[in-house]
């Protein structure tokens, strides 16, 4: 039996008269008494069936439920006069149908597939099978492979090999945020799923392999709230004998033809760089949103000696105070201005000064205590122009730098200057190397500590880490953190350094990453990458704002399936044969005695 | 920096006088006095570099080790007459170095990358970053790479969508073997790693995708000392209102495709197919070896009755008489016939009979028991001809024919029937939907309990299951199983019998399998599917053995790898924060005691 000649969008006036089989979903009917239609879907689109042949045809077609599977045999004949629908791609036939084959009977459905309106979250994820014969769902897979197959053609046409890297891995250095998975073959050892392929992707460097990339899947237990999923699809490369440069061109290169061939949209490239601590001081964000202004100014030389003895006094501690330019918003009523003050605080700054900079100069306490020059140079510093609001706040630098950055976010999204449309990506380059470590002396790596740190700063290894900056490079989208990526190191000895600053000593290194220390000693090329995360970027090109609208079959924000309930209790015979027992009702110390 | 404006590939005659820059790896280093020669190596190939402008340079040169990697800026130049290499693409030029940069020193390695000899496997997989470097594995790597790709353009041309499916899933059927990742937010929950992404796909029918590829990593963990991996790929299709024919058109197009894409090699299709009992008595094998005959066949009807004492009391018995025709080895002398019951044993046979085709017609005790006519009849049912060879053997009816496909197996290779170059495709059709249980009163699905039943056997499947025949096909290649597939059930009360059958109750396939059930009562179109082995495609295209010669990281036959030493213990707090505790030194017992 052949289920079907045609899918249910192929059919038009050229097929008039022809007989033929579809085979799909039935999505709508339409009972006319003396006969019956109904729209007939599949994945490809709809079909208008006509019952009107015999009673007992019509009888049938009258107990079909919604999302019954049929198969109909019929002929193609135009639509009556004034019935056709140009809205739709076979809307100009029907199909009149001579046999209808019931492949499968649909119960009531928790969810209306054939809804308008989106059903909740929680049923959509539960019954996910159900939400993919929607529209949306189904776009977005689409445009999901698209992307796929994009990156793939790309990278293969350059001479890149794609090179299926382990799942079942060594634990990582960032292990307490590693999925473990015992062994059975050796109880008390465990694999972890890899976090990302670094390591081996470095490995496949020293192995001469010169260009590798992956659609590689990675793992994160980690929080979930913001909207990250356990396991998530990254962009993996790796090139060899590369600079910079080499990697900045390789990636606009494969973004400016992943969104031609997924949204048609034509980029330009190169991105804007900017430097991290540029990045800070002027979007109060290492991945700044550069589709509006709103830059942040450092004020101090306004403000001290002004008089203004909240932003001295700041100024004094050591403090700084920024500035705002809003365009245009000059005209803001006081209870507007006046609103800002809550988001503001929101983000953690201790107030906000809005200074209407209107045809009187700046008003409120700054054109009281500013002379006239003094406020032209202020708006000039600020690019004002009249009209414009200049907003001000003071604080801890690093502290006032962070809330503003998340202020202009707020700012923007209140004020709609947000293009949806546009795709700002920027490159955020040479960040510090390492950072502290929350309530702890120790530093860490920002990125990880493969990266190479720049050659000028390499004796301030020792003396002074926080200030030795990195040949690491992120990828912004949007304001979204699209890539990390880096110079890797290549010598065995700065590898050691770097291994040290941050408080891993030889005989712990050699533990940790002992197979990737002694491959950098046997001829390791220069070499680079980037990882990019795929799942986001799709969102942003679908123009969703959560990635579980373009993953199949996502996970909650605790990380369980709806659909199929995992994770999933586990017998305890399970566990006993990977040499393991659950500890659920004994505390922590408790077990601690047991295992000595 | 630039690092190199040519790979080692790429230099000749016409690029003579140019000023260029290389960067590689050290392969081979002469000296001929005042005079350096090194053959740089990079993925690409070789170039010939002299370094003849200074003494300085000439001694740096000679103080290079084997593998030191280096950037060399030089000038390129016609090889003197008679120095010209022929077999080597940049045969005809060398590069006369003015620069050299080392970039990366090299210890003493342990393995050799240039010599011709292949290193211990231990070696190639403790070192697997230098392996690498090798052509064998490079190669094999492309050529994987190769595939991957036609895979996907196949499938991407013919409307197939790519969806990538969790790895963090509910545990299935085969619980047993599945690895599983114990939860952080649940401690006792478990996820497990995918055998295979079943489930996943036929939800993705259910849903209405109609099309699904994608290559998919499976785990199982499970005996490896049949070259199995821990880890491997499967090529996974899933398709919506299909039957067994487009199924294997489809396939039969991938194939031919995928041969051609990767070795340049034009096959036939359609494939041969086989139904799975004749697979069995023909040839003794489910997964029947095509390149060759010496098909069994049974001769019961000769010897009952025949005075042969042995072989009439097998018959009497119920077991049955087989015999096989080894074409032109009717000349093998008593001492080399005697050398085939060795193999026959081994493979479980009790006894091995073998008759040479002379001109005096069969010899020995068939000769002496058997009249003339009755001799031409053996020989025209077996298809023997003078100067073959018969062998029989007797026993019990399914181990007989097991054994004799293994030994059909062994004979081939003895005599070297096996054509490397060959790739005999088959479809084994039609095999029983269940088998027994070893040592025990139960059925179990051959292949996995969402198979459909041949429709003419529904009504056998509580009465007479295991006379059940199914909708599974297998995909052999040279006498091994490439893929299972199958008509999947889609109606939920045929699959609550199948589950049934096999001993899963309702109540326990709603625990079990309960989002499917679900999933199948909302309209479920007809569907089915194929996974093909990936990894032992590749190899037999790649010409290998083993399926870790065509994985970049494989893993050991204790499932442990020797590069990164995964699996690793784990510390007794990171098992901790997981709810879980060691009991390796305590029995099974005892933890159950401790349980309670």
């Not at 006969?35 to 019952?51: A, C, E, M, N, S």
């Not at 590798?212 to 990675?218: G, I, P």
């Not at 992943?258 to 002027?282: H, M, N, W």
């Amino acid at each position: 039996m052949t289920y079907r000649t045609h899918t249910c969008s192929e059919l038009n006036a050229s097929n008039v008269g022809q007989n033929i089989k579809l085979a799909g979903w039935t999505a709508r009917k339409r009972d006319l008494g003396g006969f019956i239609f109904i729209d007939l879907r599949d994945k490809y689109g709809k079909t208008q069936v006509v019952f009107d042949q015999s009673p007992e045809l019509a009888q049938t077609a009258r107990e079909l439920h919604s999302e019954d599977v049929v198969q109909i045999e019929g002929t193609v004949r135009h639509r009556p006069d004034g019935m056709v629908n140009r809205n739709m791609k076979t809307g100009e036939i029907e199909v009149t149908a001579a046999v209808i084959n019931i492949l499968s009977r649909a119960n009531h459905l928790p969810l209306e597939v054939e809804d308008e309106e989106e059903p909740g979250s929680e049923l959509r994820l539960r019954y996910r099978y159900l939400d993919l014969r929607r529209p949306r769902m189904r776009k977005n897979l689409l445009l999901r492979h698209k992307a796929l197959q994009s990156v793939r053609n790309f990278h293969t046409e350059l001479g890149f090999i794609e090179v299926e890297t382990p799942f079942l891995i060594r634990s990582t250095p960032e292990g307490a945020r590693d999925y473990i998975v015992p062994s059975r073959e050796r109880p008390g050892s465990c694999y972890s799923l890899p976090q990302s392929p670094q390591l081996y992707k470095q490995a496949l460097m020293i192995g001469g392999i010169d260009k590798y990339f992956q659609l590689a899947r990675c793992f994160r237990d980690e929080d979930l709230r913001r909207d990250r999923q356990p396991e998530f699809t990254q962009i993996d490369v790796e090139m060899s004998f590369v600079e910079e440069e080499d990697v900045f061109t390789h990636t606009e290169a494969m973004m400016q033809r992943l969104v031609k061939d997924t949204i048609g949209t034509d980029i330009q490239i190169p991105f804007p760089r900017i430097e991290y601590d540029d990045a800070i001081s002027k979007y109060g964000s290492d991945a700044p949103d550069m589709r509006y202004e709103l830059l942040i100014k450092r004020c101090d030389d306004f403000f001290s000696g002004s008089g203004f003895k909240a932003f001295e006094n700041v100024i004094n501690e050591g403090g700084g105070v920024f500035g705002i330019c809003a365009k245009g918003k000059g005209g803001l009523s006081r209870k507007e201005r006046e609103r800002l003050e809550e988001p503001a605080r929101t983000q953690g700054l201790a107030g906000l000064l809005s200074v209407p900079f209107t045809d009187k100069g700046l008003t409120g306490i700054i054109g009281k205590l500013f002379k006239e020059d003094k406020q032209t140079e202020l708006c000039k510093h600020l690019s004002a122009e009249k009209g414009d609001l200049l907003l001000f706040a003071a604080g801890k630098v690093k502290l006032t730098l962070e809330a503003l950055g998340r202020l202009r976010r707020k700012l923007a999204q209140l004020w709609d200057l947000e293009d949806k449309n546009e795709l700002a990506f920027c490159w955020v380059v040479n960040p510090p190397l390492f950072e502290p470590i929350e309530d702890s002396d120790g530093i860490t790596a920002v990125h990880h500590p493969f990266t190479a740190p720049n050659e000028e700063d390499i004796d301030k290894l020792e003396s002074d880490p926080l200030n030795v900056y990195s040949r690491a490079y992120d990828l912004v989208l949007n304001g979204i953190e699209m890539s990390t990526g880096s110079i890797r190191i290549h010598d065995p000895e700065l590898q050691q350094k770097v291994f040290k600053a941050i408080g891993i000593d030889n005989i712990e290194a050699k533990k940790r990453f002992g197979f990737l220390l002694e491959a950098l000693s046997y001829g390791a090329p220069p070499h680079a990458g980037i990882a990019l995360g795929f799942d986001r970027l799709v969102m942003l090109l679908a123009g969703e704002t959560t990635i579980r609208n373009i993953i199949a079959f996502p996970k909650t924000n605790v990380a369980s399936s709806l659909m199929d309930g995992a994770p999933a209790e586990i017998e305890p015979e399970q566990l006993r044969e990977l040499g393991l027992k659950l500890i659920r009702n004994e505390t922590a110390e408790d077990a601690e005695k047991a295992e000595k």
